[in-house]
């Protein structure tokens, strides 16, 4: 199996988005499946979806904001992390504000 | 139909918008909008009337909301509102100007990016941050800000911006080449025989005199000026006030010669108008003599803050004098601040105040 080009018929990726998020994409799920080998390659499948959504998850380091957390099979991982066919993803907001 | 005003609000916690008439006696109050993000500069196109909102959120990075129909419903972008991959990400978007259609941001770190699709794509001014003077750049308390953006009301190349704390700088040619525009205002901050730097004023505010692009007012950390030939020399116009120290300036929209000011009492003293009793200061002379503006305004008790944006003029006749305080209370005078009464209280932190008047 290709990390970098994953097979057209290989499991998508579930991904679950932060609730926060719902009102900036009305028209995006809050669950919804993805075909996509890395975390980085989601976003932008999302971003293509739904412009602008990479820069409300990414900065321009590139890097996940400091204060939203992807998680796939449990861990936390950062932008680079490979999806493997039928990964669980979570990306959620992380604790800030004031 | 009547002319609607618009006082557009930005707040630590979403914009708002309060409407009146030209009477300007009775207020509704809409908010808070852009999902309660923390937002720093509320404008309108006044060619328009399309409201735009700068901001940061802490979850979700900084965007410029728009809104066509007054803040019934909004959008948001960020596209091209970045800077190069490794360097520090923009934390906010802190300034707004609009003129012809073309829409500037000033953002958190110092930097300066232009719209000509009314905000759903952005290009950086890149010449601002090849300015030699870059290194020497520091962050005053709001962080590295570029607050203050002036444009030229005729000549589309020509620009102003305030960096807290690096200054007052101004290009001739669209944003390519930048020269600072510092002399004569003071870093009481700096060792004393280093007190007139080139750069690294902790500037407050700028803005331009109606009708005479030559002549900007600014509030400074370290005084309030005025410069009559575009900010290549600044005057100390401080004389007759009581602090040194204020965050906002608000130029009178028809007369050159009319400046609103709030001086607060110090900045290790609080931070508050003097003597916990709020006024808003009024010069006619172009700073050379001040009258303190009161009535209506709490007299007792009122530990008052008012942020670099947050005071605004209308274009109405006479013109109406606006500000809101840290602590979420918005005034408004009809009178060029002869009198006061409170439109709102018990806002989030404001952060601007900003009007446009509404023509069916």
Known sequence: MSRAEPAPLAAPVLVRLPAALAPLFPDAPRRLEVHAATVDELVDALDARWPGMRDRICDSTPAIRRHMNVFVDGERVGLDAPLAPGADVYILTAISGG | ?360
């Open chain 2, 1 to 360: 139909m009547t002319e609607t005003l618009l006082v557009l609000v930005g707040t630590r916690k979403g914009a708002f918008i309060a409407a009146t008439d030209t009477g300007r006696s009775e207020w509704s109050l809409k908010g808070p909008f852009c999902e309660t993000w923390p937002i720093n500069h509320v404008i309108a196109d006044p060619a328009t009337g399309a409201v735009y909102a700068a901001g940061g959120n802490e979850w979700f990075g900084p965007a410029v909301w728009k809104s066509t129909d007054r803040g019934e419903t909004w959008t948001h972008s960020s596209a091209g509102l970045a800077y190069p991959p490794g360097e520090t990400p923009i934390k906010s978007v802190w300034s707004l100007a609009i003129r012809d259609g073309v829409l500037y941001a000033g953002v958190e770190p110092a930097g300066l990016f232009r719209s000509t699709d009314g905000g759903e794509t952005w290009s950086h001014v890149k010449g601002l941050r090849d300015h030699p003077s870059r290194p020497q750049w520091q962050p005053g308390g709001g962080g590295l800000i570029l607050h203050s953006i002036v444009l030229h009301p005729r000549d589309p190349n020509q620009i102003w911006v305030g960096i807290s704390s690096a200054g007052v700088f101004h290009t001739f040619d669209g944003g390519e080449t930048w020269s600072p525009r510092n002399r004569g205002t003071r870093a009481d901050y700096m060792p004393e025989d280093q007190r007139y730097p080139e750069v690294g004023q902790c500037v407050h505010c700028i803005v331009m005199a109606p009708g005479n692009p030559d002549r900007l007012y600014q509030q400074n950390h370290c005084g309030m000026y005025r410069s009559d030939d575009g900010g290549l020399t600044w005057e100390s116009i401080e004389e007759g006030l009581p602090s040194s120290f204020g965050f906002p300036a608000a130029a009178h929209p028809r007369d050159p010669d009319q400046l609103f000011l709030v001086p607060l009492n110090g900045d290790i003293q609080g931070r508050f108008m003097p003597d916990a009793k709020a006024a808003v200061w009024r010069t006619r002379t172009r700073g050379s003599s001040w009258e303190d503006r009161r009535q209506g305004l709490p007299q007792e008790n009122a530990f008052l803050n008012v942020l670099r944006q947050a005071m605004a003029t209308d274009a109405l006749e006479p013109a109406g004098v606006y500000f809101g305080t840290s602590s979420g209370s918005l005034y408004a005078s009809p009178d060029e601040g002869d009198s006061w009464s409170a439109v709102a209280h018990h806002l989030p932190v404001i952060t601007s105040v900003e009007t446009v008047v509404i023509r069916p």
